[in-house]
């Protein structure tokens, strides 16, 4: 065999190698594909949804809009825990911030001065409001227990947004996030500011919670609660990387996490064709 034909031979070999391990290839990745990790929403969801992997951000953020949530757990115990009626947050905690601010109050606080730290601690609240929905409900997960803790954080409200036993934050898991807050105001404060600002910062909290609610289940008829309703159902079905306020825009405007009205959105994209 002449030297010319034995390179053929290799070339050809190796031609048919290369086929046969794309071929192989494209197999493997179809087999991968038809084998990817599908939740049963008629089951038990929060330890299904860790095998997501990386595709867990997509699948959350493709809404079921309907007020019928999902079950949890498949204990009911701990089903229970996860349920919550919206006035369940203004009845326990609203005494709770009148306890703490009349501690200010008997230990020689004026009313205005409470009045003004009161004010205060709302406004601390809703830097806190924002960088919590913005840095930690919106933390991008791909490991199983991260989906997981991310699913019953926040994942469960943005795949099913009108949940109206989950959209308010747990009693019980409240509490215990308060110890830290109350530490820390100790330390920064003096011991006749602290509980009125303690106070201020729950009242925030309540007015949050009982805002998020109402923007999701509520009929607002006048302008400024319409607007409201309307620029976070926004972030729930139209640009869910923006717009992380919820009883406020200010601090997305200010981190400049605004998102754009429709018609800016479609002058922009207009621009970009042209």
Known sequence: ???????????????????SFVAIQLHLGFKMVAQE??????????????????????????????????????????????????????????????????????????????AIILVLGIFIWSFMEYSLHR???????????GNTLHYLLHGCHHKHPQDGLRLVFPPTAT??????????????STPTVTPALFGGILLGYVMYDVTHYYVHHGQPK??????????????????????????SSLWDKVFGTLPQTKSAEKERKQMQMQ
């Open 222 to 247: 006048s302008q400024v609660p319409r607007s409201l309703k309307k620029y976070h159902l926004n972030h729930h079905f139209r640009i869910q990387n923006k717009g992380y306020g919820i009883t």
């Open 175 to 188: 509490a215990i996030l308060l110890v830290p807050l109350w530490n820390v105001l100790k330390l920064i």
């Open 135 to 145: 840095f930690l409900f919106h933390i991008h997960t791909k490991s199983y227990w």
């Open 1 to 19: 065999m002449a030297y010319g034909d034995l390179g053929c031979e290799i070339e050809n070999v190796l031609q048919l190698s290369v086929v």
């Open 37 to 114: 990790f599908t939740v049963d929403l008629d089951k038990p969801l929060v330890f299904q949804v860790g095998h997501l992997g990386e595709a867990y951000q997509e699948w959350i953020h493709q809404p079921i809009v309907s007020k019928e949530g999902p079950r949890f757990f498949k204990s009911d115990f701990w089903e229970f825990l996860t349920k919550n009626e919206w006035y369940y947050i203004p009845s326990i905690w609203l005494p709770v911030v009148c306890w703490y601010t009349s501690k200010s109050f008997k230990m020689g606080l004026s009313l205005p001065q409470i």
